[in-house]
């Protein structure tokens, strides 16, 4: 509880506060009604009460229509003196009902913070144990599993270093029995139509012995042949067949 030093000073004890923050009662005093209206609708709206501003609709309302009767029908008639009347009863009465609620709009005044000067609320603080701390939520930390390590360890030869790619051998070819289509798709430099004379060499002479022979018809250099030689193989030429052996038969 705030002692009497420590208490804010109250605005509202000042004369030239009330009188200033009380000039909205010029609107009912001067406007014979319509303004007066206007006024009660504006202290209505700010500090929300509706027992204010309904009653503001209504002098407006009742305003208007009155000075609207009192132009159109004439000055001497009895219509024109009615309606001077409710404008004159309007504008009194709106004059003491401003005066009455004048006190009230000035204590709400001096109590109203305006947005701008409202202090900021802190974080809300979680305690540990509370069960609907933020952290009660989060996902419980993943720890990848421990293993040990490998008794032996690997020559370095045999290590494999992190970031290295390997790529895969290459094929090898047998060169007495691969088509012209795998002789240009997996030795490198050889197209089709080469692999298709290479094919018809090899059948001239019943097979190559070996990849030497292979080479020389293919016609490779020797620094051509050189990185071909470990993707090449010859197996054994396949004899021909259906003819008779040739040579002398001997009888035992």
């Known amino acids: 509880m705030l002692t009497a ?5 109250n605005p509202g004890a000042q004369l030239s506060w009330r009188v200033l923050h009380s000039w909205w009662l010029l609107l009912p005093i001067l406007g014979s009604g319509c303004l007066g209206g206007i006024g009660f ?10 027992s204010w501003w309904i009653p503001g609709i209504g002098y407006l309302l009742l305003g208007c229509g009155s000075f609207t009767i009192f132009g159109q029908v004439s000055t001497t008639s009895a219509a ?14 709106g004059i003491v009902h401003a005066c009455l609620i004048n006190s009230s709009w000035l204590q709400w005044q001096a109590h109203h913070v305006p947005w701008y000067a409202q202090p900021t609320a802190p974080p809300p603080t979680w305690p540990a144990a509370t069960p609907f701390a933020p952290s009660a939520f989060a996902p419980p930390a993943f720890a990848p599993p421990a293993f040990p390590p490998t008794s032996v360890p690997l020559p370095p030869t ?39 004379q290479l094919v018809a060499e090899r059948q001239a002479r019943s097979g190559f012995t070996s990849v030497d022979e292979f080479a020389f018809a293919a016609g490779l250099a020797p620094h051509q042949f050189a990185p071909l030689r470990t993707q090449m193989t010859c197996s054994p030429p396949t004899p021909p067949t259906g003819h008779a052996p040739q040579g002398r038969v001997l009888d035992v």
């Open 158 to 196: 045999m290590q494999v270093q992190p970031g290295t790619y390997y790529a895969p051998a290459p094929p090898v070819v047998d060169v007495n029995t691969a088509t012209a289509e795998e002789l240009a798709r997996l030795l490198p430099g050889f197209d089709l139509d080469r692999a298709h």
């Open 41 to 50: 609708i504006y202290i209505g709206l700010r500090a929300r009460r509706p």
């Open 80 to 93: 024109s003196d009615w309606a001077f009347g409710v404008v004159f009863a309007g504008w009194i009465a």
């Open 5 to 9: 030093p420590d208490r804010p000073p």
